[in-house]
């Protein structure tokens, strides 16, 4: 309830619908995604998106991947269509430094395109979780 009194979500319950397609090739690898959120009710507007990235693994440990990404509220705003560039670094066993940086080159309710970014650290659980399924049965 919070989170919409301050304007960072909307007051009522969506449902996303995510299709991701990924080929693999010698030397890129290219991703498209697209889904599509269904307004439960009168106060949510449906939304779609698009994105098309493109990566490429340049060491063991640096992958850059570059994205444009597309996002259309349905009677509503967001119209924001953005260009980025990123990528994944792996510090060490089971840690990954994930950063990007972008700008909108559509314009939002201001009329000035937005910059984005962030920087994370990923931590990927002994085994990638595996050893959870493994264990015998009681």
């Known amino acids: 309830m919070g ?11 969506r449902f996303f619908l995510p299709i991701e397609i990924t080929k693999s090739f010698p030397k890129i690898d290219l991703n498209f995604e697209a889904g599509y959120f269904f ?27 570059g994205e444009v990404y597309n996002d259309r509220a349905m009677g509503s705003l967001p119209h924001d269509t953005t260009f980025d560039a990123g990528g994944r670094y792996r510090l060490g066993k089971g840690f990954i430094l994930l950063f990007m940086a972008g700008r909108s080159f559509s314009s939002n309710t201001s009329g000035q395109p937005n910059f984005l970014g962030y920087l994370g650290v990923q931590v990927l659980l002994k085994n990638y979780g595996r050893h959870l399924q493994d264990a015998p049965a009681p």
């Open 39 to 65: 307004a439960w009710d009168s106060r949510s507007h449906p939304e779609r998106i698009l994105g098309f990235a493109a990566g490429h693994q340049f060491t063991p440990k640096l992958e850059i991947i």
């Open 3 to 13: 989170s919409s009194k301050n304007g960072i979500a909307e007051p009522a319950s």
